[in-house]
């Protein structure tokens, strides 16, 4: 916290901490001018300031909204932004804290998977803002032997783990989605942005997540994919456009 | 480089292929600069198409020019490398605060008018147009209270940092509208006394409205028409003024693109009876 201000030596300091502290509790702050309804007037900036970072919440994180319900977001999304505000006017670089604050928040201690679909959706949000790359032409990959080539994948890539059950329980609550049956234990996937700005989010076997992991820190295609056969994650990272160069000659 | 004398909506990507297919329906488009800082992806896509067909105008929320501390030189990094890449027409901010020590707040906040916030805001709009290497426009703002301490009226608060920092302004006729509602002043009055041959732009939105014992309380929402009577100071401002970029703003409960289309004909009619005085 800074130091307390001085209103004598600094009254526009000191106006705007009591109007700052004003807006996350419910005394009006001193100083302010109308003859009448004050407390309603400044009931106008709390309102905006709480319902402003609360519907900029919900649309960052619309499945979990879902999950818990419109009006236990809201009071969650509140109690978050008073303990966590944004530290930019960027509000696409908020919420990153959101998964592990919804692990220690007592109240959905009942869903354990909430935190994981929290990081699902921030997963989509980075990536549908993530910076324009080529696509790489995949000649490369087809012609000879190309266990020695490195693949640059787009920076809007993001392999995805989840202890639970997360990417079927995210898919379930998108709108108008036919509940699937949540299959047990961990799920994968590769998520990442479409020439066209689509960004899926694409369930990978566990093997298949384990060749993207290594693809992306720039290992060879050979030995990345030693103990399987690579071609399914290929596939997806071709279909949407996910390779940006291919280093390295065929053999 | 200036905007056009015509209206202009505020871009919302979900009009993006309308506005495509319409190109031109209306003379220039704003856009939040805080709407388009990640590295790439559909909104830059979006910028990219609408700035080859119209001008722009990349208005800021988040800046907080009107704060006791200094400003966010990171975020003023941020707009000089968008305002580097799209070169747009006009630039604007807001008479007010938004982010308090490390915290970003969402909204635009009031401040009090006094010689310190004077010399305080000045300093802030030298750094900006020092930093981003042009005139910036400052906006009017609405607001719901006011303070004990000001000492100055808002019009000549504007009038001095347009004079001591060569920055032009943005007079918000809805701003205005809904100030002198919830202030029991006079919008007419506050329009006399302000200095128009520094407006670069206008703004007209629409407002909400609740009761107090003592009178209405208007709310700046962005989520309605522009108001009659906000339309009738608008032609009067424009009967002193001619023509100006004459921008709909309409950020909440957006409507399909014919009723903003539709607020912008309005604007239209009212800039060709200016423009029509003006040439008889």
């Given at each position: 916290?800074?130091?307390?201000?001085?209103?004598?030596?600094?009254?526009?300091?000191?106006?705007?901490?009591?109007?700052?502290?004003?807006?996350?509790?419910?005394?009006?702050?001193?100083?302010?001018?109308?003859?009448?309804?004050?407390?309603?007037?400044?009931?106008?900036?709390?309102?905006?300031?709480?319902?402003?970072?609360?519907?900029?919440?919900?649309?960052?994180?619309?499945?979990?909204?879902?999950?818990?319900?419109?009006?236990?977001?809201?009071?969650?999304?509140?109690?978050?932004?008073?303990?966590?505000?944004p530290k930019t006017p960027v509000l696409i670089d908020w919420g990153g804290d959101f998964p592990s604050f919804l692990e220690g928040f007592p109240p959905v201690a009942k869903l354990p998977y909430l935190a994981d679909v929290a990081r699902l959706e921030l997963a989509r949000g980075r990536a549908y803002h993530a910076a324009d790359t080529p696509v790489a032409d995949p000649a490369a990959l087809m012609a000879g032997d190309p266990s020695g080539l490195r693949l640059i994948l787009a920076p809007s890539v993001i392999a995805y783990s989840s202890r639970f059950p997360a990417v079927t329980i995210w898919a379930n609550n998108q709108p108008g989605a036919t509940a699937a049956p949540l299959p047990k234990g961990p799920q994968y996937a590769l998520i990442g942005r479409t020439p066209a700005f689509d960004v899926p989010v694409m369930p990978l076997g566990a093997d298949q997540y384990a060749i993207l992991t290594k693809l992306m820190i720039g290992t060879p295609l050979g030995e990345a994919a030693a103990n399987t056969d690579p071609t399914p994650t290929l596939a997806l990272l071709l279909q949407h456009g996910l390779i940006t160069a291919i280093d390295g000659e065929t053999q | 480089m200036t905007l056009p004398n015509t209206p202009g909506l505020g871009f919302k990507p979900e009009h993006f292929d309308q506005i495509q297919q319409r190109s031109g329906a209306v003379g220039f488009y704003e856009v939040h600069a805080e709407n388009f800082m990640g590295a790439g992806g559909a909104p830059h896509m979006m910028l990219e198409r609408l700035h080859d067909t119209h001008a722009i105008s990349i208005h800021g929320v988040g800046l907080s020019i009107g704060g006791a501390g200094p400003l966010d030189t990171e975020h003023l990094r941020r707009l000089r490398v968008l305002i580097d890449r799209y070169q747009p027409e006009s630039f604007s901010e807001h008479l007010a605060w938004s982010s308090h020590g490390a915290a970003w707040l969402n909204d635009l906040l009031p401040m009090p008018y006094t010689e310190q916030t004077l010399a305080t805001i000045c300093d802030h709009i030298d750094q900006t147009q020092e930093a981003l290497g042009r005139r910036m426009l400052l906006e009017n703002p609405a607001t719901y209270v006011t303070f004990e301490d000001s000492s100055l009226a808002e019009t000549e608060f504007l009038t001095q940092i347009a004079r001591r920092t060569g920055c032009g302004l943005l007079l918000d006729v809805n701003n205005v509208f809904v100030s002198a509602t919830n202030h029991r002043t006079d919008p007419r009055a506050y329009l006399a006394d302000f200095p128009l041959d520094l407006v670069g732009e206008i703004h007209l939105a629409g407002h909400e409205s609740e009761d107090l014992p003592d009178g209405p309380l208007l709310i700046d929402s962005h989520s309605r028409p522009v108001a009659d009577p906000v339309w009738t100071l608008y032609a009067e401002v424009l009967a002193r003024t001619g023509p100006l970029p004459s921008l709909i703003e309409w950020d909440n409960d957006i409507p399909s693109f014919d009723v903003l289309m539709e607020e912008a004909a309005r604007a239209d009619a009212i800039l060709k009876e200016a423009r029509n005085a003006r040439a008889a």
């Open positions: 916290m800074p130091a307390p201000l001085d209103p004598a030596t600094d009254p526009h300091g000191a106006m705007e901490a009591r109007f700052h502290a004003a807006l996350w509790s419910p005394e009006t702050p001193l100083g302010l001018a109308a003859a009448n309804d004050n407390d309603r007037r400044f009931l106008v900036y709390r309102n905006n300031v709480q319902h402003g970072m609360c519907s900029a919440f919900a649309q960052r994180f619309p499945a979990v909204e879902r999950l818990v319900g419109s009006d236990f977001f809201t009071a969650m999304a509140r109690v978050f932004a008073a303990q966590h505000p | -």
